[in-house]
């Protein structure tokens, strides 16, 4: 679908702002996390409220423009050249259900503002490495989460949704009501419409022991090596990962990091502290330890242990699923982004799965049978974007061995047909007629995603 050459004209029902390239606060508005692509929406729309939001689909449905949302950005990958943005930053809403064990939470939410809040009642939701992504595009994606081997994916936990589509209708979905809707959304993400409200349960977790341990990085074959031979013990209130971590000199590093390259031995248990420390023992002596960050912490010191970057960064990102990490599997990582490899990536992580996420659920999240995940960033500076592109498929090409299939938040800067590979044949056309059904004039573009 594309705009007509005339001029175009602007709703004028919408209370929040309506912005275009020219217009004062454009460049704030548009911008997301992922500092690697400067959007550049035809149209970007602020809504003030859910009637906002379901007013600016319907404009855009009868203009005969595509549609894209954003929260946070930080899964930007695209300029968003010839659509219309509609940005739901200001629909943070966030109310806790201590009784029910619930928190209800607006698109524009971020999981910083529900562990905050959630925390006081003994309770915590199921999000995942940094606090400072938004709650809904990260829950519809899946969600794979620092408890994720106990509970699961974020989208099995998801009771209810609003969603605005295509003809602007706003519907209230859960697995009895409009349950092919519901399937989709959860697990496919995008091209379906907006969601602007998510009702999903909290669990009752106060505190985990873990954090980082950082070892050299000359030693990554050796660590990588114990560390998946460690794994298969781990019951499910352990989830771990592990990354061969490139560091900056920042001077906001702690001083042994600063410009470092190091393996990252990331640690999460909420099971009870003392057999926690005890089943975290073996890995704490196969290598000299540079920093050893484990300690018994409130759920909501969570950041603690990724130390994911809290402000906008470059990234360029690739990622795949494993059924197995093998000794073969190690070297292959190790040759492509060990201290010798000459990579000019900057991380390269391996999460373990298993537990919780293989248990079915009424959506159509993929990667349930994998055994790790793999994802690898890259900071694509002018002088080396090239390098970047290429070490991320190295990094693909390594592991393809062992791939099995991928998780949708994790595959980064894939093609639509590598993005379909994560679905089977059944569950792809019961994704295209959902869309189709909800979305006949392709306003949020199903079809480039799970095609035609």
């Known amino acids: 679908m594309t705009a007509s050459a005339k001029p175009l004209a602007l709703p004028t029902t919408i209370r929040g702002a309506v912005l275009t390239p020219t217009s004062p606060g454009y460049a704030e508005q548009v911008a997301g996390f992922n500092l690697a692509h400067q959007p550049c929406p035809i149209v970007a729309i602020v809504p003030e409220s859910e009637a906002d939001v379901a007013a600016a689909v319907r404009w855009a449905t009868e203009s005969g423009l595509r549609v894209t949302v954003q929260a946070t950005g930080h899964g930007l990958t695209g300029d968003l050249a010839d659509t219309v943005l509609i940005s739901t930053r200001l629909l943070d809403g966030v109310a806790i259900d201590a009784e029910q064990q619930s928190a209800r939470v ?32 990260y829950t519809l994606g899946g969600g794979l989460g620092l408890m994720a081997r106990k509970y699961g994916f974020a ?16 519907r209230v979905v859960d697995a009895q009501h409009e349950p092919d809707l519901y399937w989709a959304v959860l697990g496919g993400k995008t091209g379906f419409g907006i969601v ?9 977790v106060a505190g985990y022991f873990g954090g980082g341990i950082f070892f050299p990085g000359t030693e990554a074959a050796a660590v990588l090596e114990a560390w998946r031979e460690w794994t298969p013990q781990l019951p499910t209130e352990a989830s771990t990962s592990i990354s061969l971590l490139r560091l900056p000199p920042d001077p906001q590093l702690p001083p042994p990091l600063q410009g470092q390259f190091v393996v990252h031995l990331r640690y999460t248990d909420i099971g009870d502290p003392a057999d926690a420390d005890a089943r975290l023992a073996p ?7 540079v920093m050893d960050m484990v300690s018994e912490m409130p759920y909501p010191a969570i950041d603690s242990v990724h130390m994911d970057p809290p402000m906008p960064v470059p990234a360029w990102s690739r990622g795949l699923a494993l059924s197995e990490f093998s000794s073969d599997a190690v070297t292959a990582l190790v040759d ?16 373990l799965l298993g537990g919780a996420v293989r248990q079915p659920a009424a959506n159509c999240v993929p990667g349930r049978d994998a ?10 500076a002018p002088e080396i974007a090239e390098a970047v592109a290429r070490d991320l498929e190295a990094v ?31 569950d792809l056309d019961r994704l295209r007629s959902t869309a189709r059904r909800v979305d006949p004039t392709g306003t949020f573009g199903a079809e480039d995603v799970f095609g035609s």
């Open 283 to 289: 890995m704490r002596s196969v290598a000299p330890i």
């Open 196 to 204: 602007t409200e998510i009702e999903f349960d909290l669990v009752p």
């Open 371 to 380: 055994a790790f995940a793999v994802h690898a960033i890259g900071v694509p």
């Open 336 to 351: 492509t982004v060990g201290a010798e490899s000459g990579t000019s990536l900057m991380l390269a992580e391996v999460r």
């Open 155 to 170: 989208a099995d936990h998801v009771r209810s949704f609003r969603i605005v589509t295509a003809d602007g209708e706003i």
């Open 106 to 137: 607006g698109a524009g939410a971020r999981w910083r503002a529900v562990i905050d809040a959630a925390a006081p009642f003994g309770l915590a939701p199921l999000n995942g490495s940094s606090s400072s992504v938004g709650v809904v595009g």
């Open 396 to 426: 693909l090409a390594s592991l393809r061995p062992w791939k099995s299939g991928g998780l949708v938040n994790f595959v980064g800067h894939a093609s639509a047909e590598e993005l379909r590979s994560l679905w089977s044949e059944a």
